[in-house]
């Protein structure tokens, strides 16, 4: 049909106008036949046709339509080359896709997720290809009976194979399932409410429901039908889930050649980590879970579904992989498979070609974060061998000035390669290698508090920075408490007469016990908030708030509040808990002079092949304390002093001039957690460093690991591996 009305379209745009045309334009091409005809009576073949009368007359008219014809015979052409550049060019994709369509499958094409770098463009996260198990339960529509056994069956060949699936139910495992604390969580009991499950009833009267729910038969035990309730549940709200991600060839081969059904093998980008360091730091990926899926009105979370995700996209789990979600996930494509009428692939179409995720570079460098886990962990194994006394703890080096995460480090830590196959193991170690002690950890910041007292009492005026006060061993200003100087307790002597450069060095006591009384808890709580202690660092992973002590959240939380809380809350005791990330950017911002950033570790994010930057961090100072030249002589002189006197023998190999506080907070009988805070260089801040020993006693006993890190920042050759580009990315 559309042939005839193209060539109907030729004709009368092609021939009528050519008779047209010729009518006048063979006028003389007649004349000349008439002629020739007149000179060549004898021609007897148009005379027998049309006699002599109509000869001459016929000549002309032939010459239209030889004319018309032509005419005809150039539209025709052009109008042919017309009709070819629309259906190959104008709408060329379109028709190539229609005209497969009869032979096709669509499918998704994951994009690849964005890699991950460090301050100098050296690669610490990429991929590989890999291949994830997919359940499909809509190949079952309602039978459910069969829907369990096929479970059942891929679950027997993981545990033969020993792959771990993803079963987010919060429900233990084993001949006894019980409830875990995580049934407690608003999306689990809402998970309840809508299949009518009992929301208050018992681990086992929970799984009774969900097996008559997913019509589990009698013929499972409670620990089988545990597992395939696991299934079920991810399956909740949606067709289909990955059940296990990176898994071996071998287990492919059995899929392959078994008949597994509702299990489809499908290829993903799989993580590869360049780098053993940072686990804390760049996090995990994995498949979506059943909570993350749905969102949630009442606490305001946005689920996956909602933001465009497919149900087996991989996503960040924790970390910056978690953080950074949104730059990291690419867009995926959409392509057609053309088959033969064997199965064979014949032929591929891309209707949308997947964009793969932004390059995200952090502020972290790798190298100095090499330093400062090597130097935490040999700090702290140097004192476990000593006592045999397992301990953890934590390091955090602040860019002055910016809020950039230079390195930060929690022991012990773990390997993110081999994550997955250790997870089990890690989850039982009691010395908590997965918990972020730099961020989630809460320690009594100890003496090292002392310099935020200090900067209270010097702007506020209550001191200046030669006021003395002598040291008498016991404050007796109260009746109750007493309190005494550290070195009248150890020595049974006193300090002397100090003013406050030399009490940061001595780390009087008594000197802030008088200082921190005659301040007040009020001031000195406005100054500690402006420094960003016992609130959120801002750090886009994520961390704790920690306690800033004040009568406020004494009777917030039915503990007690006296004045002798305020005394010892200015020397960093009382209900004082800090993160070790809070006590490095606490000094970066009084060094700066009191401009108090939000820390952080996003420096840029690029597009996948550098072509484009997407992204910089770019906030400005959250507050400033704009501390005066005075008082910033003399907390900092104290400091720099500090480095000649107690800590000289850490110190004397510094490569630059620097400042530090020591500081121990009791935790238990002669068991103290040690800190240390530092900066370098003394005249013109760069750096800031918080270290935190649990069990640590003094905090000078960590002066060593302090000026290794200070050590290898500024001694760092400032050369960086070449960016990562497109070649190290997989579609």
């Given at each position: 049909?559309?042939?005839?009305?193209?060539?109907?379209?030729?004709?009368?745009?092609?021939?009528?106008?050519?008779?047209?045309?010729?009518?006048?334009?063979?006028?003389?091409l007649?004349?000349?036949?008439?002629?020739?005809?007149?000179?060549n009576?004898?021609s007897?073949?148009?005379?027998?046709?049309?006699?002599?009368?109509?000869?001459?007359?016929?000549?002309?008219?032939?010459?239209?339509?030889?004319?018309?014809?032509?005419?005809?015979?150039i539209?025709?052409?052009?109008?042919?080359?017309?009709?070819?550049?629309?259906?190959?060019?104008?709408?060329?994709?379109?028709?190539?896709?229609r005209?497969?369509?009869?032979?096709?499958?669509?499918?998704?094409?994951t994009a690849?997720?964005?890699?991950?770098?460090?301050?100098?463009?050296?690669?610490?996260?990429?991929?590989?290809?890999?291949?994830t198990?997919?359940?499909d339960?809509?190949?079952?529509?309602?039978?459910?009976?069969?829907?369990?056994?096929?479970?059942?069956?891929?679950?027997?060949?993981?545990?033969?194979?020993?792959?771990?699936?993803?079963?987010?139910?919060?429900?233990?495992?084993?001949?006894?399932?019980?409830?875990?604390?995580?049934s407690?969580?608003?999306?689990?009991?809402?998970?309840l409410?809508?299949?009518?499950?009992?929301?208050?009833?018992?681990?086992?009267?929970?799984?009774?429901?969900?097996?008559?729910?997913?019509k589990?038969d009698?013929?499972?035990?409670?620990?089988?039908?545990?597992?395939?309730?696991?299934?079920?549940y991810?399956?909740?709200?949606?067709?289909?889930?990955t059940?296990?991600?990176?898994?071996?060839?071998?287990?492919?081969?059995?899929?392959?050649?078994?008949?597994?059904?509702g299990?489809?093998?499908k290829?993903?980008a799989?993580r590869?980590?360049?780098?053993?360091?940072?686990?804390?730091i760049?996090?995990?990926?994995?498949a979506?879970?059943?909570?993350?899926?749905?969102?949630?009105?009442s606490?305001?979370?946005v689920?996956?579904?909602?933001?465009?995700?497919?149900?087996?996209?991989?996503?960040?789990?924790?970390?910056?992989?978690?953080?950074?979600?949104e730059?990291?996930?690419?867009?995926d494509?959409?392509?057609?498979?053309?088959?033969?009428?064997?199965g064979?692939?014949?032929?591929?179409l891309?209707?949308?070609?997947?964009?793969?995720?932004g390059?995200?570079?952090?502020?972290?460098?790798?190298?100095?974060?090499?330093?400062?886990?090597?130097?935490?962990?040999?700090?702290?194994?140097?004192?476990?061998?000593?006592?045999?006394?397992?301990?953890?703890?934590?390091?955090?080096?602040?860019?002055?000035g910016?809020?950039e995460?230079?390195?930060?480090?929690?022991?012990?830590?773990?390997?993110?390669?081999?994550?997955?196959?250790?997870?089990?193991?890690?989850?039982?170690?009691?010395?908590?290698?997965?918990?972020?002690?730099?961020?989630?950890?809460?320690?009594?910041?100890g003496?090292?508090?002392?310099?935020?007292?200090?900067?209270?009492?010097?702007e506020?005026g209550?001191?200046?920075?030669?006021?003395?006060?002598?040291d008498?061993?016991?404050?007796t200003?109260?009746?109750?408490?007493?309190?005494?100087?550290?070195?009248?307790?150890?020595?049974?002597?006193?300090?002397?007469?100090?003013?406050v450069?030399?009490?940061?060095?001595?780390?009087?006591?008594?000197?802030?016990?008088?200082?921190?009384?005659?301040?007040g808890?009020?001031?000195?709580?406005?100054?500690?908030?402006?420094?960003?202690?016992?609130?959120?660092?801002?750090?886009?992973?994520?961390?704790?708030?920690?306690v800033?002590?004040?009568?406020?959240?004494?009777?917030?939380?039915?503990?007690?509040?006296?004045?002798?809380?305020?005394?010892?809350?200015?020397?960093g005791?009382?209900?004082?808990?800090?993160?070790?990330?809070?006590?490095?950017?606490?000094?970066?911002?009084l060094?700066?002079?009191?401009?108090?950033?939000?820390?952080?570790?996003?420096?840029?994010?690029?597009?996948?092949?550098?072509?484009?930057?997407?992204?910089v961090?770019?906030?400005g100072?959250?507050?400033?304390?704009?501390?005066?030249?005075?008082?910033?002589?003399?907390?900092?002189?104290?400091?720099?002093?500090?480095?000649?006197?107690?800590l000289?023998?850490?110190f004397?190999?510094?490569?630059?001039?620097a400042?530090?506080?020591?500081?121990?907070?009791?935790?238990?009988?002669?068991?103290?957690?040690?800190?240390?805070?530092?900066?370098?260089?003394?005249?013109?801040?760069?750096?800031?460093?918080?270290?935190?020993?649990?069990?640590?006693?003094?905090?000078?006993?960590?002066?060593?690991?302090?000026?290794?890190?200070i050590n290898?920042?500024?001694?760092?050759?400032?050369?960086?591996?070449?960016?990562?580009?497109?070649?190290?990315?997989?579609?």
């Amino acid at each position: 049909p559309d042939c005839a009305v193209w060539l109907g379209a030729a004709f009368l745009a092609g021939y009528l106008p050519g008779i047209w045309l010729g009518r006048d334009g063979t006028t003389a091409l007649g004349q000349q036949l008439a002629a020739w005809y007149t000179e060549n009576p004898e021609s007897t073949a148009f005379t027998a046709a049309f006699g002599a009368r109509f000869a001459v007359g016929a000549l002309q008219l032939c010459a239209v339509l030889l004319c018309g014809f032509c005419i005809w015979g150039i539209g025709l052409l052009v109008l042919f080359f017309a009709v070819l550049y629309d259906a190959q060019v104008v709408h060329g994709s379109e028709n190539r896709a229609r005209s497969i369509t009869s032979n096709t499958a669509s499918e998704t094409v994951t994009a690849s997720r964005g890699i991950i770098t460090d301050r100098n463009g050296k690669v610490l996260v990429s991929n590989r290809l890999a291949y994830t198990l997919v359940v499909d339960k809509s190949s079952f529509g309602k039978d459910e009976a069969a829907l369990n056994d096929a479970i059942w069956q891929l679950i027997q060949l993981c545990q033969e194979q020993g792959v771990t699936w993803n079963d987010t139910l919060p429900m233990t495992t084993g001949s006894s399932p019980q409830l875990t604390s995580k049934s407690l969580t608003e999306s689990f009991r809402e998970y309840l409410d809508d299949n009518k499950l009992p929301t208050d009833g018992g681990s086992a009267e929970v799984l009774a429901a969900m097996r008559k729910l997913y019509k589990v038969d009698d013929s499972y035990t409670d620990a089988q039908a545990r597992l395939i309730v696991g299934v079920r549940y991810e399956l909740d709200g949606r067709s289909s889930y990955t059940f296990a991600e990176d898994v071996s060839t071998e287990l492919l081969g059995r899929i392959t050649d078994g008949k597994y059904r509702g299990v489809t093998i499908k290829t993903a980008a799989a993580r590869v980590y360049n780098t053993k360091l940072a686990a804390h730091i760049l996090g995990t990926v994995g498949a979506i879970w059943q909570e993350e899926w749905r969102s949630d009105e009442s606490t305001g979370y946005v689920g996956y579904a909602d933001k465009g995700y497919n149900m087996n996209d991989l996503v960040g789990k924790d970390g910056v992989e978690k953080a950074f979600e949104e730059y990291l996930h690419g867009n995926d494509g959409k392509r057609l498979i053309t088959t033969d009428e064997n199965g064979k692939i014949t032929g591929e179409l891309y209707t949308r070609e997947p964009q793969p995720g932004g390059t995200v570079a952090l502020t972290i460098d790798i190298d100095l974060q090499q330093v400062v886990e090597d130097t935490l962990a040999s700090t702290i194994q140097g004192m476990i061998d000593k006592d045999s006394n397992e301990r953890g703890g934590a390091a955090a080096v602040i860019q002055v000035g910016t809020g950039e995460v230079l390195a930060m480090a929690s022991y012990p830590t773990y390997d993110l390669e081999t994550f997955n196959q250790d997870y089990d193991e890690l989850v039982k170690d009691e010395r908590l290698p997965m918990f972020n002690r730099a961020t989630q950890g809460v320690y009594a910041p100890g003496s090292t508090f002392k310099l935020c007292t200090s900067v209270a009492a010097l702007e506020e005026g209550i001191i200046t920075p030669s006021t003395i006060i002598e040291d008498k061993g016991i404050y007796t200003y109260y009746v109750d408490p007493q309190p005494m100087c550290w070195i009248w307790r150890q020595a049974h002597t006193t300090h002397g007469r100090i003013n406050v450069s030399q009490a940061i060095v001595d780390s009087c006591n008594y000197f802030y016990y008088e200082v921190g009384r005659l301040t007040g808890i009020k001031k000195l709580d406005e100054y500690a908030t402006a420094f960003g202690l016992g609130q959120s660092t801002g750090i886009e992973i994520g961390d704790v708030s920690g306690v800033l002590a004040s009568p406020e959240w004494a009777e917030a939380h039915d503990r007690e509040w006296t004045d002798g809380q305020t005394i010892t809350a200015a020397i960093g005791q009382s209900y004082n808990l800090f993160t070790p990330l809070q006590l490095a950017n606490y000094v970066a911002t009084l060094v700066s002079g009191g401009e108090h950033y939000e820390a952080h570790l996003l420096k840029n994010v690029k597009s996948y092949d550098n072509s484009r930057v997407i992204g910089v961090y770019g906030k400005g100072p959250l507050n400033d304390l704009n501390i005066s030249d005075s008082t910033m002589a003399a907390v900092t002189k104290g400091m720099h002093d500090l480095t000649y006197d107690s800590l000289r023998s850490a110190f004397s190999r510094c490569v630059v001039e620097a400042g530090a506080k020591t500081g121990s907070a009791q935790v238990g009988t002669d068991i103290a957690n040690g800190t240390f805070v530092a900066y370098a260089p003394y005249d013109d801040p760069e750096i800031a460093i918080a270290i935190v020993v649990e069990k640590g006693g003094s905090g000078s006993l960590l002066a060593n690991a302090a000026v290794d890190i200070i050590n290898a920042w500024f001694t760092r050759d400032g050369t960086g591996a070449t960016a990562a580009g497109e070649d190290a990315l997989m579609r």
